[in-house]
T-cell receptor, first 112, second 112 residues
Framework: LAKTTQPISMDSYEGQEVNITCSHN???????ITWYQQFPSQGPRFIIQGYKTKVTNEVASLFIPADRKSSTLSLPRVSLSDTAVYYC?????????????FGSGTRLQVQP | DVKVTQSSRYLVKRTGEKVFLECVQD?????MFWYRQDPGLGLRLIYF???????EKGDIPEGYSVSREKKERFSLILESASTNQTSMYLC???????????FGAGSRLTVL
């Protein structure tokens, strides 16, 4: 079973708000939700992390409902440079140790 | 800033060769991870380590081994490289129980 589920791809235009939702039905009680951005030929980089309700930083907002079984990354007023793959990450217990396993990610294409 | 350095950006090896991919982080992180990334498959966890001389299998450990003799260094070993191990390999590190990973730039391995 996939630990996280995201849409495979999304399209947007410059200046629009983009919301990417991730499902994580089996998230552990003490686990955080973390989002990453990846450009071609680079490693992913951290965008934002949250545990519940809403978190905002200079790049994005993260909305987490009370049941924490999903989360939504919100990118305000996207630009062409936001074209990338976005991953959500939650922990996964493996023989008592926490593995960090990514889902397939969402490929965001921003057009002019 | 935490730096994760992968020793080789591009490698070309022949089938059957032994391959070492080195990863060094400079911020005293306990946790280190090796992922491979292939088109359409996202990031897949190969091995991870939460302490020196400790290792845990991820989702796809077959054909790989790892070594962590020092806290700052985590090596991925392909004992006998095969063409299906042609991929981008990404090393990452993190602190404590956080899900905030810092990635290296990646090592693109081609096995002929």
């Amino acid at each position: 079973l996939a630990k996280t589920t995201q849409p495979i791809s999304m399209d947007s235009y410059e200046g629009q708000e983009v919301n990417i939702t991730c499902s994580h039905n089996n998230i552990a009680t003490n686990d955080y939700i973390t989002w990453y951005q990846q450009f071609p030929s680079q490693g992913p980089r951290f965008i934002i992390q949250g545990y519940k309700t809403k978190v905002t930083n200079e790049v994005a907002s993260l909305f987490i409902p009370a049941d924490r079984k999903s989360s939504t990354l919100s990118l305000p007023r996207v630009s062409l440079s936001d074209t990338a793959v976005y991953y959500c990450l939650v922990g996964d217990e493996v023989t008592g140790r926490r593995a960090l396993t990514f889902g397939s990610g969402t490929r965001l294409q921003v057009q002019p | 800033d935490v730096k994760v350095t992968q020793s080789s950006r591009y490698l070309v090896k022949r089938t059957g060769e032994k391959v070492f991919l080195e990863c060094v982080q400079d911020m005293d992180h306990e946790n280190m991870f090796w992922y491979r990334q292939d088109p359409g498959l996202g990031l897949r966890l190969i091995y991870f380590s939460y302490d020196v001389k400790m290792k845990e299998k991820g989702d796809i450990p077959e054909g790989y081994s790892v070594s962590r003799e020092k806290k700052e260094r985590f090596s991925l070993i392909l004992e006998s490289a095969s063409t299906n191990q042609t991929s981008m390999y990404l090393c990452a590190s993190s602190f404590g129980r956080e899900n905030v990973l810092t990635f290296g730039a990646g090592s693109r391995l081609t096995v002929l």
